[in-house]
């Protein structure tokens, strides 16, 4: 059966699809609404909006494309071994984390599953650095940050702070406090350093020494050091600091300083690969521990995560109590609004692949 189209004339195709439609004028669309090929269309033949927003608008796919082009002249991650951050994860971890774009992490009456998946991380991790949950009186804490840097800010404002409490109570000046770092540190530590005006003491790499010396170090504590910074995986080499040996000369010379490990590299691997290596929990002077979620925690930037030992170590005029987001909670970040999709993400990759797949990893 051969199926003929009728062919229209003129008169059909000008009647109006409804009555009346005909007496109703409409503004006849601009070269910009309508939806043509990109490379046809006259914002090809423009350069792209730079200093100033645009008057008009550009039909969605023409946006989409035209920046998807520009964003062709950066490098690719996958290639990107300079910042080493986690540049692949699986389609359902994405997923995950895509659904969550929407959530301000912060709001943790609003989203309360996302925050209660913040607090299984930290004690996933906690647990991974050996925290004494054996001891009943054990009550660690930590939280997740954007990334490292802030969990070392927050670290550095808790030494400090305690410290200056400490100095305070003894009636002692308390307005020239110092860190004790190894010279080759990730730039965050100046920064922290810088920013909350504490003096960088250096411990100086030599020729045929990239780590901290920990006899060095200790010898450099002062009653104005706030505490020791120990690397478990150096930026510039991978090497790991020796923090049991400067536990134990701090101990021996009963120097009453506190460390703080930053395992930013290396957090995420000891554990896995090297679990008899003593550098964490296990060790009475380490009171933080710092990781970075985005480099072998395998989650895309940025997330990081940080541990107190106890409260004790994180004095409680940081943590700020809010109200106006429905509900009472207490907050110790130095950003506030942020999305939950990389703790989602971190979460996801420690429950997927357990110990087991990240020491195959």
């Not at 100086?204 to 020791?228: F, H, M, Q, S, W």
Request: hydrophobic share 35%; glycine share 6%.
């Amino acid at each position: 059966m051969v199926h003929l189209g009728k062919i229209p004339n003129d008169d059909e195709i000008d009647k109006p699809l409804v009555e009346g439609m005909e007496n109703i004028k409409m503004e006849e669309p601009g070269d910009d609404e309508i939806t043509t090929n990109v490379y046809g269309s006259r914002f090809a033949g423009e350069d792209l909006p730079r200093f100033s927003m645009p008057e008009g608008e550009m039909p969605r796919e023409i946006a989409y494309r035209m920046i998807k082009d520009d964003l062709t002249l950066d490098g690719t991650p996958t290639l990107n071994l300079a910042s080493f951050v986690t540049t692949y994860m699986e389609p359902e971890a994405e997923k995950l984390m895509m659904d969550a774009f929407p959530k301000n992490f912060i709001d943790y009456e609003e989203y309360p599953v996302s925050a209660d998946i913040q607090n299984r991380c930290v004690s996933m991790i906690a647990r991974l650095f050996n925290i004494p949950t054996h001891d009943e009186n054990t009550n660690a804490m930590g939280t997740s940050t954007v990334g490292s840097s802030e969990a070392i800010m927050l670290a550095t404002l808790a030494m400090k702070k305690r410290w200056a409490n400490k100095r305070k109570a003894e009636g002692k000046p308390f307005d020239k406090p110092n860190i004790v770092m190894n010279s080759a540190v990730q730039v965050c530590w100046e920064k922290a350093a810088r920013y909350f005006d504490v003096e960088e003491k250096y411990v100086y790499c030599t020729k045929d020494r990239y780590v901290i010396d920990p006899e060095e170090a200790v010898n450099l504590v002062d009653e104005n050091t706030i505490g020791i910074c120990s690397i478990l995986g150096t930026t510039y080499t991978g090497e790991y600091e020796d923090t049991k040996a400067i536990n134990d000369l701090l101990i021996k010379k009963n120097i009453d300083c506190p460390i703080h490990v930053d395992a930013a590299s290396g957090g995420f691997v000891a554990p896995f690969v090297n679990p008899n290596l003593v550098w964490d929990f296990r060790l009475e002077k380490v009171v933080s521990i710092n990781v970075s979620g985005h480099k072998y925690g395998l989650v895309y930037p940025g997330v990081g995560w940080v541990v107190w030992r106890d409260p004790e170590f994180l004095p409680k005029e940081l943590i700020f109590n809010i109200n106006y987001l429905g509900a009472d909670q207490a907050s110790f970040t130095l950003n506030f609004s942020r999305g939950a999709s990389q703790v989602i993400g971190q979460y996801y990759q420690m429950i997927r692949l357990g110990k087991k797949g990240y020491r195959s990893i």
